[in-house]
DNA sequence: TAGATTGTTAATCGATTAACAATC
DNA sequence: TAGATTGTTAATCGATTAACAATC
């Protein structure tokens, strides 16, 4: 595959996502073309970081008219593995775990969710939509036979280190982790921290400085 | 406030809200010191960025001990603004905005939320917990009147910039972005990107890149 | 064609790491 | 005291930006 040529850095990944997310909003829009100065903008960034990330990935623009959003969208979505169905667990069916294996987002983009978990008995046997509630020693069970992909944690943050290592154990490859603990994983292992109660600290922090200042 | 001396770059503030995290851990497993190798190993990070993010804040270590915990865990509570308790509107009573309103975590960390809002007429008047859905037009009223610092948007993405827009004008200081639109403020208020739908697509970037590799 | 916009190279800027004197 | 660990300076590394020739 010639997009995966060399690895992209982080910092240009984190970017690539966002421009997935607009230029399907161009679409949804109508448009066409697309320019690394109009993305930039849009995007608060400038036109030569956006040339610069494209560089990463197997499409190009065209001079006197920029990118073709049918093309970026595609290029991007096969980066992205956007176009790949994956399967995930939920481990966790507080209100949070509950909420995302109902969320239909991320069904219809491509992230089916075939089971969840937990470890409390008065929760297990309950329904969550169309699937009951497992018990969190089923997991590597369902992770080994299903070939499960992604592993999403939204447990309390003082368990999340061992549900971690129960997912990894279970040959899983990919974390996405809700709480606010960091996790610690193999390198075969990716790890994404959403960063929920640490993006409200971060915005504690911005408010308290802003006010003070 | 002496901590706040100078901008903390926001890969430093970051490693902040980590190192707030494991400290937490710290004490209450009763361990009262940590040396920056310590912290280092656990969050896959060099003693030397540790150290040199420390002198980002107002706390300082002991040569041959390295840093005690209370007070560690106290620079970084006033530094992130955890001492402070703020109030928070969930826009959108989805399936994650609902999930976030009884989320007990915020709450416990010092995040309250005071309203819960929706332009579903069918679900304006429900109780979510002890709060009830409003109608989304009431936003500005509530978010001026009680003096609300934090918006949470947990609408679908092709709306969100529009509740950006509207907790923007009726004042609000920061936003808690939890869909996959970027969303544009003005520099006066801070926004936060939660990456969830991101994260996934990261992840499924890494996986593909693993397998095909 | 003329002009706009790309792709890429070189320059700048900032973040991370290494090293070590200071210190308790 | 001797040894461990900090705080800080200097070196390295990587990411962002500026600039401009190539090009459609």
């Known amino acids: 595959m010639k997009e995966l040529r060399k690895n992209i850095p982080s910092s240009v990944l984190k970017r ?15 448009m066409a073309w697309v320019s690394s100065q109009h993305i930039a903008e849009r995007l608060g960034l400038t036109s030569s970081t956006v040339r610069q990330d494209l560089s990463h990935i197997d499409f ?9 959003t ?3 969208q595609k290029a991007l979505c096969s980066v992205l593995g956007a176009d790949v ?19 239909g987002e991320f069904a219809r983009r491509g992230f089916n969710i075939c089971g969840i978990f937990d470890s409390d008995t008065r929760k297990i046997g309950k329904k969550v939509g169309s ?20 592993g999403v944690i939204a447990v309390p943050s003082s368990v999340a280190q061992g549900v971690a290592d129960l997912l990894v ?4 490859s990919g974390i996405l982790n809700l709480t606010f603990a960091h996790i610690i ?9 959403t960063r929920i109660v640490a993006g409200l600290l971060e915005l504690s922090h911005a408010i308290k400085v802003l006010r003070n200042v």
């Open 16 to 30: 690539l996502t966002h421009y997935y997310a607009y230029v399907q909003e161009l679409r949804d829009h109508g």
């Open 60 to 68: 190009s623009g065209i001079s006197q008219r920029g990118y073709d």
């Open 70 to 72: 049918a093309g970026f």
């Open 85 to 103: 169905r994956w399967k995930l667990v939920v481990v966790g069916a507080g209100n949070l775990g509950q909420a995302l294996s109902l969320h």
């Open 131 to 150: 699937s009951v509630i497992r018990n969190v020693r089923e997991l590597g069970g369902v992770v080994g036979h299903e070939k499960v992909d992604i």
């Open 169 to 172: 154990a279970s040959g899983i």
């Open 185 to 193: 994983a193999p390198a075969r292992v990716s790890v994404v921290e």
